[in-house]
């Protein structure tokens, strides 16, 4: 197992962070982090066990497989909703209900930017979360078996 880095860089970037900037090299970290360990497919191998990931939220990047996402600073509103949703998608069984919680969470959180259930609130929501109303259902549904 080894840990890799990726940072969605910039032209100010400090000489030392320029080799974790390079996004052919993004994808096949990420490719390598979402293969089974000791698995292999088009010369990258699942070796990848730790993926450490700096400013890369605004850029669909997605890890389904992930159990833990850890912060080093305080994240909030926009960043703090896409940090939810690209982090705890479906991925097998274990996670089969976190379309749920990816609702719940980014519903409460859409509060913060807008305080009614407006078209501009639920424009958020579905945006972040489009099993949106799947989730409802469920929600619904579990709610009358109560």
Not at 46 to 75: C, K
Not at 116 to 139: C, D, G, M, Y
């Amino acid at each position: 197992m080894r840990t890799d880095i990726i940072i969605s860089g910039n032209q100010n970037d400090r000489p030392h962070l320029k080799a974790f900037t390079d996004s052919t090299k993004h994808k096949t970290s990420i490719k390598s982090f979402k293969l089974a360990f000791g698995s292999e497919d088009k010369g990258v191998r699942g070796e990848v066990g730790i993926l450490i990931v700096n400013n890369m939220l605004l850029t669909r990047f997605n890890a389904p497989l992930e159990q833990v996402m850890y912060l080093d600073r305080v994240v909030g509103a926009y960043n703090l909703l896409q940090a939810i949703a690209r982090v705890n998608r479906i991925a097998g069984e274990d996670k089969i209900k976190c379309f749920v919680i990816d609702y719940v969470i980014v519903h409460e959180l859409a509060h913060l930017i807008e305080a009614n259930h407006t078209p501009r609130f639920w424009n958020i929501v579905r945006t972040q979360v489009p099993t949106t109303e799947k989730a409802k259902s469920w929600l619904e549904s579990a709610t009358e078996k109560g």
